[in-house]
T-cell receptor
Framework: RKEVEQDPGPFNVPEGATVAFNCTYSNSASQSFFWYRQDCRKEPKLLMSVYSSGNEDGRFTAQLNRASQYISLLIRDSKLSDSATYLCVVTTSETYKYIFGTGTRLKVLA | GAGVSQSPSNKVTEKGKDVELRCDPISGHTALYWYRQSLGQGLEFLIYFQGNSAPDKSGLPSDRFSAERTGGSVSTLTIQRTQQEDSAVYLC???????????FGQGTRLTVV
């Protein structure tokens, strides 16, 4: 089983739609969680950290479920510019090594 | 500099040659990561440096790959006797502390012909 798993997609959604991605992780000692965004042929950039209490940044909401070992990202009112690959990242308290999921591709359609 | 800097941005090399890829992390960042990304694929972890601790080399795919980090700052990834399957984008990232946000450089696109 991979340490971090994501549905690769692509998720094709119309503008204005709400879309949600999940990411599961296998190590219960995982400590820090992030969502990164990667545009085509660009480097990944931090979208948001994921806190235990959940957090929201504009149209984006991230949640953590430690019991079921998954994190989620919700995007409301999708824009064309949201089209990208969304990468789930997990670190553990043992190594702090960043472990990336393979990413979920999102295409927002006009 | 303000961000993570990688050089060269592009490198074309002949099969069998050695290459060196450089990463200048953000000043003061103690953690430095190297990843590899093949076209259309996810990020493959290569190596992780944290302060003065022994590096985590568990992701290096073969003994042709090695990396150093001098003075806790600049890092060099060396690939010896390059093969065509080494063609990929090599990404470097740094972070200020364990578990903090990592910032990526723009990568080095390596093409082995």
């Amino acid at each position: 089983r991979k340490e971090v798993e994501q549905d690769p997609g692509p998720f094709n959604v119309p503008e204005g739609a709400t879309v949600a991605f999940n990411c599961t992780y296998s190590n219960s000692a995982s400590q820090s969680f992030f969502w990164y965004r990667q545009d085509c042929r660009k480097e990944p950039k931090l979208l948001m950290s994921v806190y235990s209490s959940g957090n929201e940044d504009g149209r984006f909401t991230a949640q953590l479920n430690r019991a079921s070992q998954y994190i989620s990202l919700l995007i409301r009112d999708s824009k064309l510019s949201d089209s990208a690959t969304y990468l789930c990242v997990v670190t553990t308290s043992e190594t702090y090594k960043y472990i990336f999921g393979t990413g979920t591709r999102l295409k927002v359609l006009a | 500099g303000a961000g993570v800097s990688q050089s060269p941005s592009n490198k074309v090399t002949e099969k069998g040659k050695d290459v060196e890829l450089r990463c200048d992390p953000i000043s003061g960042h103690t953690a430095l990561y190297w990843y590899r990304q093949s076209l259309g694929q996810g990020l493959e972890f290569l190596i992780y440096f944290q302060g003065n601790s022994a590096p985590d080399k568990s992701g290096l795919p073969s003994d042709r790959f090695s990396a150093e980090r001098t003075g806790g700052s600049v890092s060099t990834l060396t690939i010896q006797r390059t093969q065509q399957e080494d063609s990929a984008v090599y990404l470097c990232a740094s972070s200020s502390m364990d578990g903090a946000e990592a910032f990526f450089g723009q990568g080095t696109r390596l093409t082995v012909v």
